[in-house]
């Protein structure tokens, strides 16, 4: 599995666009790339995923470079309840089975 | 369409008990994991049936923890005897089958939290 690197945290305020990027120099050709949302308390919500270039949802974008060495995770107009862990997923399904792995996580905090 | 539930949402037990947690997957998931985690730690795999067979249980501590999902419906962790640092949240989440190397979007509970006294 490639190894992702995401910052540790992130302090925004509310209406700003926040960017979170994730690196995975290691990410192999038939890698998917995949969001995950952590509230307190709650399980892991997927948010997005992507392959390559952008895809966008109602909830975020997701922004991938040419070489897929990266990717940004675009929040636009946070609010107070974006206030989460956001983690960042890389894999496929290798041999027909694919097991989620998260890292760290990014926790993002937004103040008023 | 119910999500992914978990029961119970809070377990406290004395060290040396055994605790069952139990997860109903998505009707229709084949797909069903855990995962734990410890306080300060990340989100631990553990193991992942696919339908009733144990596809991977690499994450599995140690001979005290006993997955089972009869029927490939939903499944139990079972903790005997449980110790001091069994203590986490335990999640579970379910996913449909994806095709050739996409993965699918995983589904999970809203988490067991365990703690052992």
């Known amino acids: 599995l490639a190894k992702t690197t995401q910052p540790i945290s992130m302090d925004s305020y509310e209406g700003q666009e926040v960017n979170i990027t994730c690196s995975h120099n290691n990410i192999a050709t038939n890698d998917y790339i995949t969001w995950y949302q952590q509230f307190p308390s709650q399980g892991p919500r997927f948010i997005i995923q992507?392959?390559?270039t952008k895809v966008t949802n109602e909830v975020a974008s997701l922004f991938i470079p040419a070489d897929r060495k990266s990717s940004t995770l675009s929040l636009p107009r946070v609010s107070l309840s974006d206030t989460a862990v956001y983690y960042c997923?890389?894999?496929?399904?290798?041999?027909?089975?694919?097991?989620?792995?998260f890292g760290r996580g990014t926790s993002l905090i937004v103040h008023p | 369409e119910a999500g992914v539930t978990q029961f119970p949402s809070h377990s406290v037990i004395e060290k040396g008990q055994t605790v069952t947690l139990r997860c109903d997957p998505i009707s229709g998931h084949d797909n069903l994991y855990w995962y734990r985690r410890v306080m300060g730690k990340e989100i631990k795999f553990l193991l992942h049936f696919v339908k009733e067979s144990k596809q991977d249980e690499s994450g599995m501590p140690n001979n005290r923890f006993l997955a089972e999902r009869t029927g490939g419906t939903y499944s139990t962790l079972k903790v005997q005897p449980a110790e001091l640092e069994d203590s986490g949240v335990y999640f579970c989440?379910?996913?449909?089958?994806?095709?050739?190397?996409?993965?699918?979007?995983?589904?999970f509970g809203q988490g067991t939290r365990l703690t052992v006294v």
């Open positions: 997923l890389v894999g496929d399904r290798t041999g027909g089975s694919y097991i989620p792995t």
């Open positions: 989440a379910s996913s449909q089958d994806g095709v050739g190397a996409r993965i699918t979007e995983a589904f």
């Open positions: 992507g392959y390559k």
